[in-house]
């Protein structure tokens, strides 16, 4: 697979201290415009493998590839930077910050990326019409973020994972909360806008309901394999 | 755009933010207070004598000295003859000399003796003369020209009667010889405001009648009569000295100083004043040390704020990692918001001050004739101001470090 937007191998990472953990992925890719459904127990690593992936951490060995760049080889403020331009983040909760608008939250990862910052242009623009495309009503994005229903704060969180077009999402658990009409509402938003944009999405659950709707579903069993015990 | 989320995070813990800027406020207004007062006082007492160049007294303390004569504060422990008076008078370096005699008062307020030249050559704030601002200068015997502050305090008008008391704290009054209130001066900001002036031969006279401290009894010569006896004082408490030339004052000091009839003191205003500062010097420090101590206690409450926050701050710093925030961007928003909460307690503090200004002036200047005035913020106090800020921003690092490792150890990861 050539075309691989998401590219882990051989990685392997380790917690030290009283909660020793090791985490070890052989081989693990996701196409461009793929979307991959990876099921997990709590505990399976997901959390550790999406850290890893987003480069807030480093794995102790082995390559993990973003868009053709080894994101191991990065310093640790490029990786941030690699991030703020190349990887949405969908939360399970959906995080947005309250403090802020509606456009403040859409518009926060562009701060971070210069790069999708500039090819974005008129970035209120871009979160209005993100906000129109994600059926928000006009005018939404003056409003507190807070204020809004947490069917139109999951929009926000999609916009705001969009706004800089990047080539891969990640969401952790974005419907875990939610009830199935409500997941089936989410997830048909998330795949419109993602498909449009030959986005590549990985989204973690341990709901394997979901599975459907996922051109692939993996096991985090089948990709990891986790240690746990004195390092 | 960060700055923006920083106020509106503030915004978002705005009672305790609130409680912050407020205790920096408070203490800003403190400490920039005390300095103004400070200067203040400097200025009021520097500017309440301008243009003598001696003052003479009887030997004691160069500060007492200048502490009776000049400022009302304490009495003389002697006074300087007449004759004494004459022969420094009749030296060839004295340009003017005026005669002070204290030691009666009218209610709350000294009654100073005097001649008419004092309203000539007394100077202060710069230079500036006595103005009278209704009514004239001693004309009769029994004229008074009172300060603004005793008018205003005790409601009279030109043509009110007033008895002076024997002493400061007596109960002895001149009831026999009244005096009537001739002018009334304009504010100075000075001890004048709060004096009663009279004529030297005015002093003598109320107490031609009395021996001891006591009136004689039975004895209560006519005012007419007063008016045609020959009233020459025998002492007085103070002098003020205006040489012709400045290069003779410190001959005549020295002269004075050594002057055999009697011991006698001559003091220059302005190092007498250096000396007072000097021994006030001690306190003056000792407050400006306890208003720091109130800024950095404040400052301190700041960053226990900022730490106390951190834990229910780890989700927004965890979205903020996860949008591709630098761990140092993280820090850089914490020093930001302490900036802004610094900032916004230092101005707000310079307006407590200027509202405490407006409303305490009147009052001090009233109650203790400490005149302070209403300027834009000195260069000193400017630099205070951001010293302060940077303050902020340096304390705010402690919690902010911490931040940057909490955000470094939970990088996306939310904790709930």
């Known amino acids: 697979m050539t075309d691989a937007v998401l590219n882990l191998s051989d990685v392997a990472f380790g917690w030290a201290g009283g909660a020793a953990f090791s985490l070890r992925v052989a081989d693990f890719r996701v196409a461009k415009g793929e979307s991959v459904l990876l099921l997990g127990e709590s505990g399976s690593g997901k959390s550790t493998l999406l850290s890893l992936i987003c480069g807030t951490i480093v794995p102790d060995s082995g390559r993990i590839e973003i868009a053709g760049q080894d994101i191991t080889e990065l310093s640790a403020s490029k990786r941030d930077k690699f991030r703020a331009e190349q990887i949405g983040v969908i939360f399970q909760q959906f995080n947005l910050l309250p403090f802020g608008t509606v456009a403040d939250n859409i518009m926060l990862p562009l701060r971070f990326a210069p790069a999708r910052n500039k090819q974005a242009g008129d970035a209120l623009a871009k979160a209005t019409e993100l906000c129109c495309a994600l059926g928000l009503p006009d005018g939404v994005t003056n409003s507190k973020a807070t204020a809004l229903s947490v069917g139109q704060q999951q929009r926000v969180a999609v916009a705001r994972a969009l706004i800089g077009q990047p080539p891969l999402i990640i969401a952790d658990e974005p419907t875990s909360a939610l009830d199935a009409n409500s997941q089936a509402a989410f997830l048909e938003l998330l795949f419109a806008q993602v498909r449009s944009n030959e986005t590549s999405l990985l989204m973690v659950s341990h709901d394997p309901r979901l599975g459907a709707r996922f051109d692939r579903v993996i096991d985090m069993q089948d990709i990891a394999r986790v240690e746990r015990g004195a390092a | 755009m960060i700055l923006r989320l920083a106020i509106a995070s503030l915004f978002a813990r705005a009672l305790t933010v609130g409680m912050t800027i407020l205790a920096i406020a408070l203490s800003v207004a403190l400490f920039l207070g005390v300095e103004k007062i400070r200067t203040g006082a400097k200025a009021s007492f520097a500017d309440t004598i301008s243009g003598t160049d001696l003052i003479v007294g009887a030997r004691s303390g160069s500060v007492q000295l200048l502490l009776y004569s000049v400022f009302r504060i304490g009495n003389a422990t002697n006074n300087v003859t007449w004759q004494s008076y004459k022969d420094i008078s009749a030296r060839p370096e004295v340009d003017w000399i005026v005669p002070i005699s204290l030691g009666d008062s009218h209610r709350q307020f000294r009654v100073m003796g005097t001649s008419v030249a004092f309203f000539e050559h007394y100077k202060y704030r710069q230079g500036r003369s006595l103005a009278v601002a209704d009514g004239a200068i001693l004309s009769d015997l029994f004229d008074t020209v009172i300060g603004a502050d005793v008018a205003a305090t005790l409601e009279y008008e030109i043509g009110d009667p007033i008895i002076v008391a024997h002493g400061l704290a007596s109960f002895a009054e001149h009831k026999d010889q009244p005096f009537r209130v001739y002018g009334i001066l304009e504010k100075t900001g000075t001890p004048i405001d709060r004096t009663v002036i009279v004529s030297m031969e005015a002093i003598e ?121 630098r761990p140092a961007t993280i820090l850089s928003i914490l020093v930001l918001e302490a900036v802004v909460m610094a900032a916004l307690g230092v101005l707000l503090g310079l307006g407590l001050l200027y509202l405490g200004l407006f409303i305490g002036q009147p009052i001090l200047d009233r109650e203790f004739g400490l005149w302070l005035a209403i300027d834009p913020p000195s260069l000193r106090e400017v630099w205070v101001m951001l010293a302060v800020i940077a303050a902020g921003a340096i304390v705010s690092m402690v919690p902010a470090i911490r931040a940057y490792r909490l955000s470094v150890a939970d990088g996306m990861v939310v904790k709930t």
């Open chain 2, 205 to 325: 006279a109320i107490h031609v009648d009395w021996q001891g401290g006591a009136q004689v009894q039975g004895q209560a010569t006519p005012a007419d009569e007063l008016r045609q006896m020959e009233l020459t004082p025998k002492a007085i408490t103070a002098a003020l000295v205006g040489v012709k030339s400045p290069l003779q004052i410190f001959r005549l000091q020295r002269a004075i100083n050594e002057y055999g009839q009697e011991p006698l003191l001559a003091i220059l205003p302005g190092v007498a004043l250096q000396e007072l500062w000097g021994i006030v010097g001690i306190a003056e420090t000792a407050l400006l040390g306890v208003s720091f101590m109130v800024v950095v206690t404040a400052l301190i409450g700041m960053m226990a704020t900022i730490f106390s926050s951190l834990n229910e701050r780890r989700r927004e710093m965890a979205i903020f990692r996860a949008m591709g925030a």
